[in-house]
């Protein structure tokens, strides 16, 4: 064991439940809501494994105090966006322990929804309906350490858990056929996934990149994922999964010129139409009317997509 080397190490807080409160003097306040974990990583930390010295360790206690004494003292714009406050805390990191080389923060949070009375936006209370959760990863490095006067930030967005459904314009043909091909052709099918969509900043500015709209390219990315799932007709003539997920992802990209990629994950969660032709009734193809759903097992889609290189345009 003693020949043995760490090729990697991250420890920290993990599940730190923090909620920060904005009260304005108008009387409207606001919620952020965050799950937040931190992980510190360095090369002077090897002995805290190896030789068990633990003199240069930052407690997991410490890093979770850090979040809740920056969620208080940190401006009100620099903690309601989680993008913003998980390069704040990592920022804070790198900056305060020379021993540390990289900060890694994940941030989830699942949005309160401010609640609604006669069309007027009630100044204080919220509701959470059963919805997708937004989450922010945030790894900043040190270019030169222990200098932390150079950092790389790699930021990564996103949600996951937004179930989404429809009745037609989704089909299966043409795919390759040979002795283990059970499935027929679905010219028109029931069309559902629970989608996961991120999508990656990376920037040596800091500042530059917490100037980022980053709840508008949220909100965006959400809409494009809906607006092409339901609207968008590429996805009707050429209906596979594949296809709409690759419309999703170029409409952000054009979108968002700050973006550098897109990244999704379909799983395809299947309703097949059940056979009732022992009851002498007709519902398949055209007919069909009632499904089966099947959680398990499903299709899986994956894609990571880029902007073509600089040159090849």
């Not at 540390?100 to 936006?121: A, L």
């Not at 100044?123 to 945030?138: L, Q, V």
């Not at 499935?183 to 990149?209: H, N």
Request: proline share 6%.
């Amino acid at each position: 064991m003693e020949n043995s080397v760490i090729k990697s190490q991250a420890y920290g807080k993990d599940l730190v439940h923090v909620v920060r409160v904005v009260r304005h003097p108008d009387g409207w306040q606001e919620i952020a809501d965050y799950t937040v974990r931190c992980l510190l990583s360095g090369e002077e930390f090897g002995p805290s494994y190896t030789k068990g010295d633990n003199k240069l360790v930052v407690a997991t206690d410490s890093q979770k105090n850090t979040v809740f004494y920056l969620a208080k003292t940190l401006p009100a714009e620099k903690v309601m966006v989680p993008e913003v406050f998980a390069t704040e805390i990592a920022s804070f990191m790198v900056n305060k322990y020379a021993h540390v080389t990289t900060c890694h923060v994940k941030i989830t949070t699942k949005p309160w929804e401010r609640m609604r009375f006669d069309n007027k936006s009630h100044p204080h209370s919220f509701y959470r309906e059963g919805k997708e959760s937004r989450w922010t990863e945030a790894v900043i490095t040190k270019n030169s350490p222990p200098s932390a006067s150079s950092l790389t930030t790699a930021l990564t967005s996103g949600f996951y858990d937004l179930e989404v459904l429809k009745t037609t314009n989704s089909s299966f043909v043409d795919f390759w056929r040979d002795e283990l091909a059970t499935l027929p052709d679905m010219p028109d099918r029931v069309l559902s996934t629970r989608v996961l969509c991120q999508w990656k900043f990376v920037s040596t500015d800091l500042a530059k990149l917490q100037q980022q709209p980053f709840d508008a390219i949220y909100a965006g990315a959400k809409r494009n994922t809906l607006d092409s799932f339901a609207n968008d007709p590429r996805a009707w003539v050429h209906a596979s999964v594949q296809t709409t997920l690759y419309i999703m992802a170029d409409r952000i990209l054009n979108d968002f010129a700050a973006v550098d990629d897109v990244y999704y994950a379909l799983p395809n969660i299947h309703y097949f139409p059940f056979d009732m032709s022992k009851f002498g009734l007709k519902n398949l193809q055209s007919d069909a009317e009632v499904y089966m759903p099947l959680a398990d097992p499903s299709g899986y889609i994956t894609a990571t997509i880029s902007r073509p290189p600089k040159g090849k345009l």
